[in-house]
C-alpha cells in the first residue's frame, strides 16, 4: 500500500505558537479549508473526463466548505474577522514543483494534496491533543480523522490514473520537496 511518511514530523515550537495564537491559527485555518475547497472544484473544472475523479473531488469540495463553515463559527463567536484572501507560501512552494505535461501534472496535483492533507492530519491531532478547550479539540481531532481519509482519497486517485512505482517514486520525490519547504518556512501559528 502506498502511504506518506513524512522526513520530518512538525516540532513541538509550532504546536506552541498555535496554542499561544489560537486566534490567528483559527483564521489562517478558515482560509486554508475555503482554498481546499475551491481547489478540489478547480480539478473537477479540470478532468470532467475523468469520471472517478471529478466525483470524488466534488464530494472533497462540499466536505471542505462545510469544514470552513465550522471553522468560521468559532470565529463569528470569538468575534474576529476572516482577512481578504492571501498565498499560502507552504502551498505556492510546492506548487512551483509541478511538472509540465498534463500525466506529470496530474500526478503532481494528487501527490501534492496528498501530502497537503497528510500534513493537515499530523497538525490537527496535535492541536486536539493540546488544546484546553475540550470542545474545539474534539471538533480538532474529527478534522484530523477527515484530513487522513482525504490522504488517502488522493493517493487512491493517483493509482486510478498511474502505476505503483510511478506513484512511489515521484512521491519519494515529493516528500523530499516537502522537508525542505518546511525546513526554508519561518514557523508561524498558521497550518502550513
Request: proline share 3%.
Amino acid at each position: 500500500m502506498i502511504d506518506i511518511e513524512f522526513k520530518k514530523k512538525t516540532n513541538k515550537a509550532w504546536l506552541n505558537l498555535v496554542i499561544e495564537n489560537f486566534d490567528e491559527f483559527l483564521v489562517d485555518h478558515a482560509a486554508n479549508e475555503r482554498k481546499a475547497a475551491m481547489m478540489a472544484m478547480s480539478m473537477v473544472a479540470h478532468y470532467p473526463d475523468r469520471i472517478s475523479l471529478a466525483e470524488t473531488m466534488i464530494d472533497l469540495a462540499l466536505e471542505e466548505l462545510n469544514h470552513f463553515r465550522q471553522v468560521v463559527k468559532i470565529i463569528n463567536q470569538r468575534k474576529l474577522a476572516i482577512p481578504s484572501d492571501s498565498k499560502d507560501p507552504y502551498v505556492g512552494n510546492l506548487r512551483s514543483h509541478f511538472k509540465t505535461g498534463s500525466k506529470s501534472y496530474l500526478l503532481d496535483r494528487l501527490l501534492c494534496g496528498a501530502i497537503i492533507e497528510a500534513r493537515g492530519a499530523e497538525r490537527f491531532l496535535m492541536i486536539a491533543e493540546a488544546l484546553p478547550d475540550k470542545k474545539i479539540a474534539k471538533f480538532y481531532l474529527s478534522l484530523a480523522q477527515s484530513e487522513e481519509k482525504h490522504h488517502r482519497l488522493f493517493l487512491d486517485q493517483a493509482t486510478n490514473f498511474f502505476d505503483d512505482t510511478t506513484i512511489k517514486t515521484r512521491l519519494h520525490e515529493w516528500l523530499a520537496i516537502e522537508s525542505d519547504i518546511i525546513d526554508l518556512l519561518p514557523t508561524l501559528p498558521r497550518l502550513h
